[in-house]
Each structure stands twice: as C-alpha cells, then as structure tokens.
C-alpha cells in the first residue's frame, strides 16, 4: 500500500526562524498537495505540485516536489505565529482509486513570540 | 460565505444511538468525500460520491451509510454508535477527482 511519512512529527520554532517540513513516499507521488490545519477548523489548501521538479511559492511558504516525484518539502521563510498549525502533505493514489488522497500523519508546527 | 458546510460541529451521543452528519458545497464541485481524522491526526477516506454516484467506498463498517441526494450534498448516517467511531469527521469536495479538495470544518462526535 502506498504511504506518506512527515517528518518531524512536532516543530517548535521561534519567530521569525525559517524551516523545513517534508513529506517522503515509498511509491512515486501522482498529484502532491500541502493543507494547513487549525486546531476546531477544517484543512485549508495550500499549494498542489505535479511534475517533478515543479516549485510554488504563496507569501512566505515555498513547496517543491523532487524530480523522482517521491519527496515534496515546505519551506516557511521568516516564520510568524499564524503559521502555527498542522501541516499535512497528501497525494492520489498510485491505484487510480477515485481521487481519493492519501495523508502524512501531519507535522505540528509552534512559533514561539 | 462558506464553501463546505457540515452540521452539526459538535456531536455527543450515547453508545447504541444513530446519527447523521450533514453536508452542503456551494462551489459547484461534482465529487464530494467523507474522512474521518482519529485522535492522532491521521486522516483517512471513507466514502467518495461523483455526480452521485458512489465511487470509493473503504473498509468502513455498514454501519456508516452516505446519501448524496444532489451534486451539492453528501449526508453521513451512522447506526449503532461505538465507542471507536469518536473521531473528527470532515467533508470535502472537489471539482473532478484530481483536483485540489475543500474541507469543511469538521464535525466533532463524541461517544459516551
């Protein structure tokens, strides 16, 4: 079966520090996209990737997916305390399942004033 | 105005109840799912619906039964309530099934 693996699992930055989040799967990634989650809200969409190599940028949060296709990372420049939150990669199924996505287990991102 | 509606936010009930979990998208999407978020996060598909038709259904137990009376909503009724079933359920929908997907808040259902 397909799976994604985020990691780190938890990340506790200090304002204004940049990072990293990434997402890794063992099959290639047909469709890579980033939600963020608040907590008591729904997943909001970030950035959807497609081609390998393929780079987008939205304010100060950059994704890239590698040209394998089996790694995306976020990368949060300059990081505020709204982008705390729960970040979650996911991607269609390899099998073709009706557009479903498949999830990371999340990585929980604080930033500290 | 919101794109993906569920209701109710907040469900607590009894073991043994049957309840039904609603959901409405005024973006004109044609596919529309249900996934469930357990209480570590990890967030799973249940069901998918396009134009109607039920189009992914996983290993969910009978219990759980959609109904996508129009393109723009997709219900979830579940009889029977267990203890396992206490999770965070989200809507979502999209416009064909490759595209990115709207969530809705989520509902909150809690089992006593």
């Known amino acids: 079966s397909q799976e994604l693996e985020q990691s780190p699992q938890s990340l506790i930055v200090q304002e204004g520090k940049n990072l990293t989040i990434n997402c890794t799967s063992s099959?290639?990634?047909?469709?890579l996209y980033w939600y963020k989650q608040k907590y008591g809200e729904g997943l909001i969409f970030l950035m959807m990737l497609q081609k390998g190599g393929e780079e987008k940028s939205h304010e100060k949060i950059t994704a890239k997916l590698d040209e394998k296709k089996q790694q995306s990372s976020l990368h949060i420049t300059a990081s505020q305390p709204s982008h705390a939150g729960i970040y979650l990669c996911g991607s269609h199924s390899i099998y073709n399942q009706g557009g479903k996505l498949i999830f990371g287990q999340g990585t929980e991102l604080s930033v500290k004033p | 105005d919101t794109a993906v509606s569920q209701t109710p936010k907040y469900l607590v009930t009894q073991m043994g109840n049957d309840k039904s979990i609603k959901c409405e998208q005024n973006?004109?999407?044609?596919?529309m799912y249900w996934y469930k978020q357990d209480s570590k996060k990890f967030l799973k598909i249940m069901f998918s619906y396009n134009n109607k038709e039920l189009i992914i259904n996983e290993t969910v137990p009978n219990r759980f039964s959609p109904k996508s009376p129009d393109k723009a909503h997709l219900n979830l009724h579940i009889n029977s309530l267990e203890l396992g079933d206490s999770a965070v359920y989200f809507c979502?929908?999209?416009?064909?099934?490759?595209?990115?997907?709207?969530f809705g808040d989520g509902t909150r259902l809690s089992i006593l």
């Open positions: 979502a929908s999209s416009q064909g099934r490759y595209q990115p997907q709207h």
């Open positions: 099959k290639t990634l047909y469709g």
């Open positions: 973006l004109g999407h044609d596919t």
